[in-house]
């Protein structure tokens, strides 16, 4: 069984590469092969790096505003997935307390005209989903003019936490109803609440996973005559 390779050194590695490609050896057939005896991508990357950096007798340039890039997405991704959250529990708080006006609970006699907390949810509403609207277009215009984006780490990563959350809450909604009618609790209010917490949490996985399985789209280059 094949050991794993040292992370800490590539002498070896930049050694091989330049010796397989002094024999004819192609770069991508070089990579291929290395990665298939279980070398990190990242360390080929480092090592082919180190090579081309011999072979011209210059630094690998550093693209401007890269790091800067990420942070900024990070940012802008954080920022959307908190407005997302702030907005559809608001729109979600309202929904329960219309429903609990419409079929008051008999048992609880200590029913309050809930107006504090209808202004609270409205104006967490009207203040995210706007912001969450202007940042989901922000999105969107990157990725339509920087196509790489669509591969983007940060983009991965936090859509898909996104939809681990919306995972979470639709699972902990459906062991809620098991477990109402197990005991034989259920009711129309709590049918309807069960309702809307899947809805709002279904609309969001659906537009996340089609969101985040998305492409590039092949871009129309115009020909002038």
């Known amino acids: 069984m094949a050991t794993s390779p040292p992370s800490d050194d590539r002498t070896d590695l930049v050694d091989f590469i330049q010796v397989a490609r ?23 990357e480092r090592a082919f790096f180190q090579v081309y950096e011999g072979l011209t007798g210059r630094p690998l340039p550093t693209p401007r505003g890269s790091s800067g890039e990420m942070a900024r997405d990070a940012f802008l991704y954080l920022l959307a997935f908190i407005t997302l959250v702030i907005w559809t529990q608001a729109l979600g708080e309202m929904a329960f307390v219309f429903i609990e006006h419409l079929i008051p ?50 983009r991965k990563w936090l859509t898909y936490l996104t939809l681990w959350v919306a995972a979470l809450i639709a699972l902990g909604t459906l062991i809620a109803l098991l477990t109402s009618l197990l005991r034989g609790e259920v009711s129309l209010r709590l049918w309807l609440k069960i309702l809307v917490i899947l809805v ?23 020909v002038n005559p």
């Open 22 to 44: 002094s024999r004819g050896a192609s770069d991508e057939f070089i990579s291929q092969l290395l990665r298939a005896y279980g070398w990190p991508q990242r360390q080929i």
């Open 105 to 154: 609970d008999q048992l609880n006699q200590s029913y309050q005209e809930p107006y504090w907390q209808v202004s609270f949810a409205l104006s967490r509403l009207l203040v995210a989903y706007p912001v969450y609207l202007v940042l989901m277009g922000q999105l969107n215009r990157d990725l339509a003019s920087n196509r790489e984006k669509y591969f983007s780490g940060v």
């Open 200 to 222: 709002i949490d279904g609309g969001v996985l659906w537009y996340y996973s089609h969101w985040v399985s998305q492409g590039p789209g092949a871009k129309i280059r115009r």
